[in-house]
């Protein structure tokens, strides 16, 4: 019933799957097909209702072409189900994925909870201060980006801007275009710039590891360009992540939603006042000190490489005393 292995024929030619076989597209391909039979469609009256050709589909259900995450959502909702439900397992990589990371985060954590006694509040504390820790890491990549934008325009060479940012030129020397916000391209490619930077890697880190370019990282982060699965899953496996946290399914603060539904059932209201009440002002006010720092931090940097410290200040929002001591 469903796509044969090795060789299939398609209007008289033939076509050979077998290098697909095993591959996430194959098996994308697979459940598509098991999905569409149940729901009574041909190939080709499923590629009709969505703009496709009957060839497209037929490749598709092979794994003989590469789905991107558009159309992956696009067959998903002709076909009555949700896009998780297409995905090739595993798509857990590990267990507790949210936040089992790095030396890091884990001081990052015990910081936080140390004067919370209660382990249950522990737990359930532990998406939340992620998405918090997760904030922090943007405010310092918006801090860098910032800076080497001003660098720029104060004519400093790119080699230094890179060097003591390490950012790539696309990310602050690069015409933006228009991004619509709510599209799903956005939302996943936020997800990855997100993890990609808990990990502090850079966008070469990264393409050098799935075998991409700087570029291409680039675009797929700001959701100028849509991923094909296969490449969305050599990028979960690379960041040690459960794809399903790559945007395909959480709200950005579902954390924080997550969390106050949790503690509904906490009895301790005087303990739920001082944890609401410490992570509001950290949030309130961590933004701006992350920032700072890493705008000390890249101004002594800057010192180090030769450049001057009026040019520095100017790019920094700095102080002279700020930058050189």
Not at 5 to 30: C, M, P, Q, W
Not at 38 to 49: D, E, F, H, N, P
Request: proline share 2%; glycine share 6%.
């Amino acid at each position: 019933m469903f796509a044969s292995v090795g060789k299939t024929a398609f209007r008289g030619f033939i076509y050979d799957n077998s290098e697909h076989i095993g591959s996430a597209s194959y098996e994308l391909g697979k459940k598509i097909e098991g999905c569409r039979i149940v729901q009574g469609y041909t190939q080709a009256k499923l590629a009709s209702k969505i703009g496709l050709t009957h060839k497209e589909i037929h490749n598709f259900e092979l794994g003989c072409k590469a789905i991107t995450i558009k159309e992956s959502y696009i067959i998903a909702g002709a076909l009555s189900v949700n896009v998780i439900d297409l995905l090739p397992e595993p798509t857990v990589l590990r267990e507790n994925s949210w936040y089992e990371d790095e030396d890091k985060e884990i001081v990052y954590l015990t910081k936080i909870h140390r004067e919370i006694k209660d382990q249950e509040l522990r737990k359930k504390l532990y998406p939340l201060v992620r998405f918090v820790y997760i904030s922090e890491k943007i405010s310092q990549e918006e801090a860098k980006i910032e800076v080497a934008k001003n660098l720029v325009k104060e004519g400093v060479s790119v080699d230094i801007i890179s060097q003591v940012t390490r950012l790539s030129t696309y990310e602050y020397d690069d015409i933006e275009k228009e991004i619509c916000t709510d599209s799903i391209l956005y939302k996943v490619g936020k997800r990855i710039k997100e993890q990609r930077l808990i990990r502090e890697y850079t966008q070469e880190d990264l393409a050098n590891k799935i075998g991409s370019t700087p570029k291409e990282i680039h675009d797929y982060e700001r959701g100028y360009t849509d991923i094909p699965i296969e490449i969305l899953y050599e990028i979960a496996k690379t960041l040690s992540v459960n794809i399903k946290a790559l945007g395909l399914t959480e709200y950005e603060n579902e954390p924080v939603f997550r969390f106050i539904g949790k503690c509904e059932k906490i009895e301790d209201q005087e303990l739920l006042d001082t944890v609401a009440r410490s992570l509001s002002e950290g949030m309130q006010t961590g933004k701006e000190k992350v920032k700072k720092a890493e705008k000390i931090k890249i101004a002594k940097d800057l010192v180090k490489e030769g450049v001057a410290i009026d040019i520095i200040v100017r790019a920094s929002g700095l102080t002279a005393d700020e930058c050189e001591n």
